[in-house]
């Protein structure tokens, strides 16, 4: 069973915290284009790193995977 949160998007800086704190993976988009997804390992104010990528927070779409 899928959570009620599946593809929702993160929108607040907690959003981007708890996953990753949680470890509770995300897909990046850039338009509709699904370009990267995986777990958070850092968040800065600018950007958000995902395994080794860094994806442009104002640049992207971030939802969760699960």
Same mark, same amino acid.
């Given at each position: 069973? &899928? #959570?009620?949160?599946?593809?929702? *998007?993160?929108? #607040? *800086? @907690?959003?981007?915290?708890?996953?990753?704190?949680e470890? /509770? *993976?995300?897909?990046? +988009? #850039?338009?509709?284009?699904? @370009?990267? #997804?995986?777990? /958070?390992?850092? /968040?800065?104010?600018?950007?958000? &790193?995902i395994?080794d990528?860094? +994806?442009?927070?104002?640049?992207?779409?971030?939802?969760?995977?699960?």
């Amino acid at each position: 069973m &899928k #959570s009620n949160r599946f593809m929702k *998007p993160l929108t #607040s *800086p @907690i959003h981007f915290h708890t996953a990753m704190i949680e470890q /509770i *993976p995300v897909a990046v +988009f #850039s338009d509709q284009e699904m @370009i990267g #997804s995986g777990k /958070i390992v850092e /968040i800065t104010d600018f950007a958000v &790193k995902i395994g080794d990528e860094f +994806f442009v927070r104002e640049a992207c779409t971030f939802k969760y995977a699960v």
